[in-house]
Nanobody, 120 residues
Framework: QVQLVEFGGGLVQPGGSLNLSCAVS????????MAWYRQAPGFKRELVAH???????IYADSVKGRFTISRGNAKNTVTLQMNSLKPEDTAVYYC??????????????WGQGTQVTVSS
């Protein structure tokens, strides 16, 4: 059974940095897409950053130039480096992976979420 485990959330002052990591446990055939989403209280879950299998990335306008998504050094890990954090970045951050099975089926996997709070 595939599980995504997230690390790195916490409390940080405005202007600070955090690095989120997401590790895949269990057997996975292949990965089409790796992404980070976030959800603040009273708001819908939104895409923060997205990376396809070719390494192309997409960012939400609100985080461009501040956040960077990348593959981790370990296999099947994804990180989100967050710099110049703002109070409006406060949310629960979710890791997402789309698994590709033999190029015929895809499955969505979500992490449990990690809280990021930006406050002085």
């Amino acid at each position: 059974q595939v599980q995504l485990v997230e690390f790195g959330g916490g409390l940080v002052q405005p202007g600070g940095s955090l690095n989120l990591s997401c590790a895949v446990s269990g057997f996975i055939w292949g990965i089409n897409t790796m992404a980070w989403y976030r959800q603040a209280p009273g708001f819908k879950r939104e895409l923060v950053a997205h990376m396809n299998s070719g390494g192309a990335t997409i960012y939400a306008d609100s985080v461009k130039g501040r956040f960077t998504i990348s593959r981790g050094n370990a296999k099947n890990t994804v990180t989100l480096q967050m710099n110049s954090l703002k109070p409006e970045d406060t949310a629960v951050y979710y890791c997402y992976i789309q698994e590709s099975v033999l190029a015929t089926h895809t499955y969505d996997h979500w992490g449990q979420g990690t809280q990021v709070t930006v406050s002085s």
